[in-house]
């Protein structure tokens, strides 16, 4: 699902998607995946803030996740760039990262029929993305801090099975259009959410990530800095707090 996710973001942001040896993969890398939502409701509130019901609102979001993971580049695969190392096959490259991801954005959820138990939400806004990545191969060590804003989107499909519990899906696509930061990502949550306290929900679920750097490549790939493809996630957690 990671690689899918990495690849995703290379289709929206029409980034020609590299063939793997031309390329640093960061893939398939499990890892524990933390968040903290703020939400502020326009206009008339629920009965419990912290219980998802139809409305406008502002969300505030803040997550990140660190991780390791290594790259094997067999004899003939091209040399790679990173951080003024450049990394000649064969070797071993081992990847070290922390990701960190800030958003703020309109969200607009509507639940249907008399129970208002299955409902959508849509959001749009602004983000901040982060990537501290070291990488090492034998006494070659190379670190740069991949970092962008850019707008952020999102869609989501919550269904409340209890009164205080829900379930809830939703995909996030960021886009920077910087070559060297973070040039786009995506993420997929899915997660069980409860209502703690009026204003407090607690959410535990699976989140993956998905990312690419395209960074500064010229058409006959050679460039300073190589293309980056980053796919990671796991179990989540996540703490809501919304007024």
């Known amino acids: 699902m990671k690689k899918?996710?990495?690849?995703?973001?290379?289709?929206?942001?029409?980034?020609?998607?590299?063939a793997d040896h031309?390329?640093?993969?960061?893939?398939?890398?499990?890892?524990?995946?933390?968040?903290?939502?703020?939400?502020?409701?326009?206009?008339?509130?629920?009965?419990?803030?912290?219980?998802?019901?139809?409305?406008?609102?502002?969300?505030?979001?803040?997550?990140?996740?660190?991780?390791?993971d290594t790259q094997f580049r067999g004899?003939?695969?091209?040399?790679?760039?990173?951080?003024?190392?450049?990394?000649?096959?064969?070797t071993t490259i081992s990847h070290e990262f922390d990701f960190r991801f800030f958003e703020i954005a309109y969200r607009y959820r509507?639940?249907?029929?008399?129970?208002?138990?299955?409902?959508?939400?849509?959001l749009g806004g602004l983000g901040y993305a982060e990537m501290d990545l070291t990488m090492t191969s034998g006494l070659q060590r190379a670190n740069d801090k991949l970092q962008s804003g850019g707008l952020v989107g999102g869609f989501g499909v919550i269904w409340k099975f209890l009164p205080q519990t829900s379930l809830q899906s939703r995909i996030t696509i960021f886009g920077s259009g910087e070559q060297e930061g973070v040039?786009?990502?995506?993420?997929?949550?899915?997660?069980?959410?409860?209502?703690?306290?009026?204003n407090i929900a607690l959410r535990?679920?699976?989140?993956?990530?998905?990312?690419?750097?395209?960074?500064?490549?010229?058409?006959?790939?050679?460039?300073p800095n190589s293309h980056l493809r980053a796919g990671f996630g796991g179990l989540s957690l996540g703490l809501d707090v919304a007024f």
């Open 110 to 122: 509507h639940f249907f029929g008399a129970t208002q138990r299955f409902g959508i939400e849509a």
């Open 4 to 18: 899918t996710l990495a690849l995703v973001v290379a289709i929206v942001l029409s980034t020609p998607a590299l």
């Open 183 to 198: 040039t786009g990502a995506a993420r997929f949550e899915l997660s069980v959410a409860h209502a703690l306290a009026r």
């Open 75 to 90: 004899t003939g695969a091209p040399s790679l760039t990173f951080g003024g190392q450049t990394f000649v096959a064969p």
């Open 22 to 68: 031309r390329e640093f993969e960061v893939e398939d890398t499990s890892t524990f995946v933390p968040s903290l939502r703020l939400g502020i409701d326009f206009g008339a509130r629920g009965e419990s803030p912290a219980v998802p019901h139809t409305g406008h609102g502002l969300e505030i979001g803040f997550s990140g996740a660190s991780g390791d």
């Open 204 to 223: 535990a679920g699976l989140t993956s990530w998905g990312l690419v750097s395209q960074r500064d490549e010229d058409d006959d790939f050679s460039s």
